[in-house]
């Protein structure tokens, strides 16, 4: 069952996500994320300290797209959209849930790192909200 409603059909299911947010100057910075669909949305975990997290509480836009691992080869097409973090404690759960159902003990496994590295305590679950295709990228 297709739970999204995205133009791009590869964001659902790809393993990581290039997820790009802007500085106050307009300067994008991308980071490789981990994300789960839920409603036409994706769902990013995070920690409330990170610089994703910030930059998107200051502009609310982003724009993300299919990648590899590292980030460096992008593997689909490029959305916009925007971006707030979710502060229904209902929708928070449900997101945790989705991410839970698609990573499995990957995500367990991250959580306890986290956790023993003193950073779980802050998290925070990023909505993405796709506004429209803008860019195809080429298959290599």
């Known amino acids: 069952m297709q739970e999204t409603a995205m133009?791009?059909?590869t964001l659902p299911n790809?393993?990581?996500?290039?997820?790009?947010?802007?500085?106050?100057d307009?300067?994008?910075?991308?980071?490789?994320?981990?994300s789960a669909p839920l409603a036409g949305k994706l769902y990013v975990v995070?920690?409330?300290?990170?610089?994703?997290?910030?930059?998107?509480?200051?502009t609310g836009r982003v724009r993300f797209a299919a990648c590899n691992m590292n980030g460096r080869r992008i593997l689909g097409d490029w959305e916009e959209g925007t971006g707030r973090i979710v502060q229904d404690?209902?929708?928070?759960?449900e997101a945790l849930a989705a991410l839970r159902?698609?990573?499995?003990?990957q995500l367990s496994l991250a959580r306890l790192i986290n956790r023993?590295?003193?950073v779980d305590r802050d998290r925070v679950v990023l909505e993405l909200t796709p506004s429209l295709v803008v860019q195809t990228s080429p298959t290599t």
């Open 101 to 105: 159902r698609k990573y499995g003990w």
């Open 46 to 58: 995070t920690a409330e300290s990170t610089g994703k997290a910030r930059r998107l509480r200051a």
């Open 116 to 118: 023993l590295r003193g």
């Open 7 to 9: 133009a791009n059909a």
């Open 89 to 93: 404690e209902a929708r928070y759960r």
């Open 14 to 24: 790809s393993r990581y996500i290039a997820l790009t947010t802007y500085r106050r």
């Open 26 to 34: 307009g300067r994008p910075v991308t980071t490789p994320v981990w």
